[in-house]
């Protein structure tokens, strides 16, 4: 499956954006994770076994929320109260190997992945 992520761009400290993701076809467990300039790439939220089920990273738990449109195979970040420690390349990803909350929150378990959208949080 191919992933399109949108919605990136510049934002003032405690701003909004809301970051989309869509899919070619039907995917198991999408999720999102960024990568910061300098830093590893680190989980930020992604569904679980289940739409009802989803995962937040402690940095962003609050302030960030994910949603999906099934209809459209799209997912969603809403991303408030950002700070410019969220500056970052948001990528998308899907098709979790493994069905257990270790696999969900580690990007290595996950088989496709979007291009990524940059996200600037700077005055």
């Known amino acids: 499956v191919q992933l399109q992520a949108s919605g990136g761009g510049l934002v003032l400290p405690g701003g909004s954006l809301r970051l989309s993701c869509a899919a070619s076809g039907r995917t198991s467990s999408m999720g999102w994770f960024r990568q910061a300039p300098g830093k590893e790439r680190e989980f930020v939220a992604v569904f679980g076994r289940s739409d009802s089920t989803k995962y937040y990273a402690r940095s962003v738990r609050g302030r960030f929320t994910i949603s999906r449109d099934n209809a459209k195979n799209t997912i969603y970040l809403q991303t408030n109260s950002q700070e410019p420690e969220d500056t970052a390349v948001y990528y998308c990803?899907?098709?979790?190997?493994?069905?257990?909350?270790?696999?969900?929150?580690?990007?290595?378990?996950?088989?496709?992945w979007g291009q990524g959208t940059l996200v600037t949080v700077s005055s």
């Open positions: 990803a899907a098709d979790v190997r493994c069905t257990i909350y270790t696999c969900f929150v580690d990007g290595q378990y996950y088989d496709s």
